[in-house]
């Protein structure tokens, strides 16, 4: 007789450890049930690796799988795996029915990433036992210190468990008392325990594995002979002398009058099942672990490899019964000789957790790799060329994260991925795709849209403007729907450009402020409330206001009292700077009738590939940020933006998240944006380029500049979208990456400490001003003809010794050549953002980087105070800036109050400076005289004869 076949003779249930979706469907299951007598499959993220990981078969399922919708990388392996196990539990279906529920089980493992974790392991254990619905099914669930509690819950709402990872024989008796304390549960319950099955795991070659390594070693050590010969007897029995002594307590566990009450309801004793039955040590027989444990009521759960052997010389006899005596010698021996099966066991426990998280790390990996492919441009590409040196960090970088399973703790909100500061707090960004209220942002659309508003204005500040910014330059203007504008200035000629550039009477403003108590936002409201007022009428100008606020903010308060049309909440779990797609973000969004529903569904593409189960190796967001992290260690602190045409803005934006978040505590990244790329011989070795560009959107000029900078060394990633409407895959990208460069730096991503001290600086000068109707007096250091000169001691002293005499030339000599290798210099103007003023400020900037080889930043007041400010006062001190501040040729009242905007934008700038000096910083300011246009063209003058 077919030596497997024979088993059942003996009591014993032959099940395959071993699960793969051809296997099952072209009927080798089915023959191995019908020549074997094979009662059951068992399977676990090993086999699962193995099936899906390593070969196509996978490939047309998960397509498949993913036609019927995107889904996450978890969700779209147990959308195959369960499919494969109700397949494999169908064909067992006729065993099971055949002996009456008592076998032809399949087992599916819950996710070994839960192994530390009751509830978490009750829940997904819940929804597998749901989702496969099959009677057959065992969830398995590892029997470690968190799996007891679970397995006893699950089995008193009468799911069918198989316990794995079991090696010890304490352990195996809380296993036992788990299930029978479960049952009681159960039938207490009014539950039939005879539909409840249940069999504990108990590895077994793995313990031989580790105990005769130690043996091993002793057997090197020994000198006496005998002393080895003794030990050298132990090896190859532990294991199952383990078992055998597990089998007695069963017998015992399983008989007396507490288990017989439940028996004479029909309850079924949990059977023992031998698992890790392979032999690993090929000094062993074959089938050392099936001919050595075979016993009534067990299982014996074997690899086809050794399902072969056995069946080509296996011998039956009931081998789990003989010499007990003989077992328990060997364990008491192996306990004299020093070696602790107690500490091997609970070791093996860990180990195999771990070596199930490992394989499911691969599996998964796999699955994201498949699903990536599937999807092709329906995930944005991302191609990195960063050079050997930064490559091998962060492939070392990615197997740390890895290990540690550190994207799965950032989105388990567990700050020690960061500084174990607050940043758990600060974390709800992760999930505002996924919880976003469409259909509400569809409807208020639909009522702008009704409201034939010519124009939208968001009125507020660096995370409450940027991304709306991003989406009102992105997108063509929508039929229908207002031209949506921001203004983010407290500049005069600014905010007036902006009111002649709209209809008052037919435009709706957004007044966005996450705090509620930014001066810009305010201001910026004051003064167009009081605009639209007196346009419409004042009972009227509500209507036409809608307020983006934390809840119970100051601006809500006013918006409530001022009658607004609508207040929407922000998440006070997101940071203004991550939420573009959060309120903030679509608000503005729906307002200017961009699709939203369209945008969060590309956007979660992304999402789920930077998802908690996509190991970092695959993770999109997790790779940008450990380059960024790693080359910024490097020194490549650069981080230079170029955005193609459909999305110029987008660098704008990105310098906010990259700069407030990890430019603190004299380090972290330089944003660079706007500057156009340059021949290498431009370049230090600071910088790290991002190209962003829309597929279609191609400029041949760019691109052989891009190819010269990577063939010189430079690290380059580029990144393709497939159109605009992918613009929310890359906010979430870059918010992701941003997050995790801030671990790599070992910064609190999430806070802005420096940006306050400006606001508080500026406070001070303007409750001065309210008190005395001006601003504190300051002295020049110098006045020429075209601007007059400030700055602090320390700076004039440096600047003398560096030349600087009676003209501005000299100054602004003086100042650049404070620049070198590794430092950026930064022109900060306080003037109105015009295509006018751009363009000088660009032209400048290019001829500091070309002449002095450095990193350059062109930024407007008081907008970079809420962006890259905080990096510029609390980075790196790289810096060397050039403030830029000029007379207002007309100022502007801010109603209700004394200081106007003129004098706001005044003392932001004087804060902004004082705080960079007070630093230490390399800073120079310049206000200029006249009108602003010749006065900009003098500055440059000076500064090419400074360069020259
Ligand atoms: O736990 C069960 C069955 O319940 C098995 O699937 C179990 O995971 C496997 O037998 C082992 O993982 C195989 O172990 P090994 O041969 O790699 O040592
Ligand atoms: O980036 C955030 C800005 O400082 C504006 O803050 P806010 O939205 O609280 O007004």
Redesign the pocket.
């Known amino acids: 007789m077919n030596p497997v076949k024979a088993l059942e003779n003996h009591g014993q249930a032959v099940w395959l450890d071993f699960l793969a979706r051809g296997f099952v469907a072209k009927g080798d299951l089915k023959a191995l049930i019908d020549s074997d007598g094979v009662k059951g499959v068992t399977s676990n993220p090993a086999i699962f690796e193995k099936a899906i990981g390593s070969s196509d078969e996978y490939d047309g399922p998960i397509g498949q799988a993913l036609k019927k919708g995107d889904r996450s990388v978890a969700d779209l392996f147990e959308a195959v795996a369960i499919e494969d196990i109700q397949h494999a539990a169908d064909v067992l279906r006729p065993v099971y029915e055949h002996l009456k529920g008592d076998d032809g089980f399949v087992s599916l493992e819950v996710s070994p990433y839960l192994a530390m974790d009751t509830k978490g392991t009750i829940a997904e254990a819940e929804r597998l036992w749901k989702d496969v619905k099959r009677k057959n099914l065992m969830v398995k669930v590892p029997a470690t210190p968190e799996g007891l509690p679970a397995i006893k819950h699950l089995i008193g709402e009468g799911i069918s468990i198989n316990i794995t990872l079991l090696f010890s024989q304490a352990v195996y008796r809380e296993v036992a008392e788990a299930y029978i304390a479960g049952l009681e549960k159960y039938v207490a319950k009014g539950g039939d325990p005879s539909h409840v099955a249940s069999v504990a795991s108990f590895f077994v070659s793995r313990i031989d594995s580790s105990v005769d390594k130690q043996l091993d070693e002793k057997i090197a050590k020994a000198n006496d002979p005998s002393e080895k010969e003794r030990l050298s007897a132990l090896k190859g029995k532990v294991a199952i002398a383990n078992a055998k002594m597990a089998y007695q307590d069963y017998k015992r566990l399983f008989a007396g009058p507490r288990w017989e009450k439940l028996a004479a309801k029909g309850a079924k004793p949990q059977r023992l099942l031998w698992a890790s039955t392979g032999t690993k040590n090929k000094d062993y027989s074959d089938v050392l672990y099936v001919a050595e444990l075979i016993g009534p009521n067990t299982v014996n759960t074997v690899p086809p490899a050794t399902l072969d052997a056995f069946r080509d010389h296996g011998k039956t006899r009931n081998s789990l019964e003989e010499n007990i005596d003989d077992a328990r010698r060997v364990l008491e021996d192996l306990d004299k000789s020093g070696i602790s099966l107690d500490a091997i066991t609970t070791e093996l426990v860990k180990d195999g957790v771990k070596q199930f998280a490992d394989a499911a790390d691969k599996l998964y990996g796999a699955v994201a790799h498949k699903r990536a492919a599937s999807l092709g441009g329906g995930i944005d590409g991302a191609h990195f060329a960063l050079g050997d040196g930064i490559k091998k960090a962060v492939e070392k970088s990615t197997e740390d994260w890895r290990a540690h399973a550190k994207i799965r703790r950032l989105w388990h909100k567990d700050k020690s991925v960061w500084s174990n500061d607050d940043e758990n707090k600060w974390l709800g960004w992760l999930n505002s795709p996924a919880t976003a209220d469409v259909a509400d942002y569809e409807d208020f659309s639909r009522r702008v849209k009704g409201q034939n508003f010519s124009d939208a204005v968001v009125l507020?500040?660096?995370?409450?403007s940027l991304g709306p910014e991003v989406l009102a330059q992105t997108f063509p203007r929508k039929s229908g729907f207002p031209k949506l504008h921001v203004l983010d200035s407290t500049d005069p000629a600014q905010v007036r450009a902006m009111e002649t550039s709209v209809d008052l009477a037919h435009t709706l403003f957004i007044v966005?402020?996450?705090?509620?108590?930014?001066t810009e936002?305010n201001v910026m409201k004051d003064y167009f409330f009081d605009r639209v007022a007196k346009t419409i009428g004042k009972d009227k100008a509500g209507h036409r206001f809608i307020a983006v606020t934390d809840p119970g903010s100051s601006l809500e308060k006013v918006a409530t009292k001022q009658g607004f049309a609508r207040i929407f909440h922000g998440d006070p779990s997101i940071g203004?700077?991550y939420s573009v797609l959060s309120p903030?973000g679509l608000v503005p969004a729906a307002a200017a009738g961009i699709d939203v529903k369209s945008l969060i569904k590309h956007t979660l593409a992304m999402v789920r590939s930077c998802g908690a189960d996509v190991p970092p190796q695959e993770n999109p967001g997790v790779q940008l940020g450990l380059a960024l992290g790693l080359a910024g260690l490097e020194g490549r602190d650069k981080v230079t933006i170029s955005s193609s045409k459909k999305i110029a803005d987008f660098g704008a934006w990105a310098e906010?998240l990259i700069a407030?978040s990890t430019g603190k505590d004299g380090k972290g990244l330089i944003p660079i944006d706007g500057e156009p790329l340059g021949t290498p011989e431009t370049y230090g070795n600071d910088r790290f380029f991002i190209d962003i560009r829309v597929e279609g959107d191609d400029d041949a000029s760019h691109d052989g500049r891009l190819a010269a900078l990577e063939a010189a060394g430079h690290p380059v990633v580029r990144i393709v979208l497939k159109s605009i409407d992918h613009i929310g895959q890359e906010f979430f990208r870059f918010e992701m990456a941003t997050a995790v460069a801030g671990a790599v730096l070992g910064i609190n991503p999430f806070n802005q400490p420096d940006?306050e001290a400006a606001k508080i600086k500026t406070r001070e000068l303007t409750s001065a001003f309210e008190k005395t109707g001006k601003l504190p007096a300051e002295t020049p250091v110098i006045s020429t003809a075209e601007a007059d000169l400030y700055t602090d001691d320390a700076n004039v002293d440096a600047l003398r010794k560096a030349g600087a005499n009676g003209s501005l030339g000299s100054w602004i000599k003086a100042h650049l050549s404070r620049s070198g290798s590794g430092d950026y210099v930064a022109l900060l103007a306080y003037i109105a953002r015009d295509p006018g003023s751009i363009g000088s400020l660009q032209k400048m900037r290019l001829a500091v980087r070309d002449e002095r080889h450095v990193a350059t930043c062109a930024e407007f007041g008081p907008r970079f105070l809420?962006?890259t400010g905080q990096a510029y006062k609390g980075g790196p001190d790289s810096g060397v800036f050039l403030q830029i501040t000029a007379d207002d040729a007309k100022d502007l009242k801010v109603p209700g109050q004394k200081a106007s905007f003129g004098i706001i934008k005044a003392a932001q700038a004087r804060g902004d400076f004082d705080v960079l000096t007070e630093r230490g910083r390399r800073a120079l300011r310049v206000h200029l005289k006249g009108e602003i246009g010749p006065a900009l063209a003098a500055l440059d003058a000076a500064i090419s004869e400074a360069l020259n």
Request: charged share 15%; aromatic share 4%; hydrophobic share 15%.
């Open positions: 507020g500040m660096g995370g409450s966005s402020s996450k705090s509620g108590g930014t936002p203004g700077r903030f906010q407030e940006v809420h962006s």
